[in-house]
């Protein structure tokens, strides 16, 4: 299996930029999929973007253009660079892996990380 932690998360401005990441131990980063998605208080859950072993990308459509997802398999990390930041953005960040396809729901992953928090300011 794999563990994750997060890091990166902070306090920020409205139009500002963080950088989360994703640091994986365990058994082979390259061998998973990851995906980023996020908890605001009250709220479910939601998608944010996933990375497959390739390194194809999908983002939900309330980040795409201003989300960047990448990864570094050699490193064991997967980063999400997060720009142009909203106080919609404003939440609980998890990352989580899966052995599988990446996919949008929760569901779909194996294993998740504490979380990191993300809070927008106006």
């Known amino acids: 299996q794999v563990q994750l932690v997060e890091s990166g998360g902070g306090l920020v401005q409205v139009g500002g930029s963080l950088r989360l990441s994703c640091a994986a131990s365990?058994?082979?980063?390259?061998?998973?999929?990851i995906g980023w998605f996020r908890q605001a208080p009250g709220k479910e859950r939601e998608f944010v973007s996933a990375i497959s072993r390739s390194g194809s990308t999908l983002y939900a459509e309330s980040v795409e253009g201003r989300f960047t997802f990448s990864r570094d398999n050699a490193k064991n990390a997967a980063i999400l660079q997060m720009n142009s930041l909203k106080p919609e953005d404003t939440a609980v960040y998890y990352c989580?892996?899966?052995?599988?396809?990446?996919?949008?729901?929760?569901?779909?992953?194996?294993?998740w990380g504490q979380g990191t928090q993300v809070t927008v300011s106006s």
């Open positions: 989580a892996a899966t052995t599988w396809a990446m996919v949008r729901r929760p569901s779909g992953y194996d294993y």
């Open positions: 365990g058994r082979t980063f390259s061998s998973y999929a």
